[in-house]
């Protein structure tokens, strides 16, 4: 009988003893994940942040205040007001109509759409407007025209572009990231005019 307990007793110990080092093996692992007091377990600088946003895709929201009906013909996207079977073209109402899409393409841009509208005396103007949000460059957008002149520029959150051909304006402006990098169109009237740059190289840096 006395062996028997002495005979459990040991097999308790050793068990016992065998939890013990795999508990301390357990901490020691969990230990080495863990960031040391000197590091830093996430960035904080503006940079590391744009840096993140470059794993981003690109939203364009285009809005339309003006007079005039515009037909936007969306080049390149992924989804349109979130529907990624949407057609490619979406008209925008005068006053107040607005349309929304997303994309991301290994090259730019992310996002692309002929804005057209029709004169007074009977004309079709079309400007385009793009962006795009590369991995290792700031995000870029543009307001140009067929011959790819217009208004093109880096864009941090707050930055804002504009362009006006003496009857309707454009004013893009970075908003701040959500889930995606954010751009927003106004479209306006005006009877300002407003020099043009060449954008042709602009998707490229």
């Not at 590091?39 to 600088?45: K, L, M, P, R, Y």
């Not at 996002?111 to 103007?125: A, E």
């Not at 079309?126 to 307001?143: H, I, K, L, M, Y």
Request: negative net charge; glycine residues 10%; hydrophobic residues 30%.
């Amino acid at each position: 009988m006395t062996r028997t307990n002495f005979t459990v007793e040991g097999r308790r110990g050793r068990l016992t003893a065998l939890l013990l080092v795999a508990a301390v093996l357990a901490v020691g692992t969990l230990s080495g994940c863990a960031p040391s007091a000197g590091s830093t377990a996430t960035e904080s600088s503006q940079s590391s942040v744009e840096r993140r946003a470059g794993e981003k895709s690109t939203r364009l929201c285009i809005r339309n205040n003006s007079s005039t009906e515009f037909t936007a013909s969306f080049n390149r996207f992924d989804g349109i007001n979130g529907d990624p079977n949407a057609d490619y073209v979406v008209g925008l109402t005068a006053k107040g109509g607005q349309v929304c899409a997303d994309g991301w393409y290994s090259s730019p841009p992310d996002v692309s759409v002929d804005l057209i509208y029709m004169t007074g005396d009977g004309k079709f103007v079309t400007w385009q407007t793009s962006a795009e949000n590369r991995a290792f460059d700031p995000p870029r957008g543009r307001v140009m025209d067929t011959k790819q002149q217009g208004v093109c520029t880096e864009f941090s959150v707050g930055d804002a572009l504009h362009l006006a051909d003496g009857q309707k304006s454009f004013s893009l402006k970075r908003n701040s990231d959500a889930g995606f990098i954010e751009f927003h169109l106004e479209i306006d009237d005006s009877t300002n005019v407003t020099q043009l740059y060449d954008c042709s190289d602009s998707y490229y840096g």
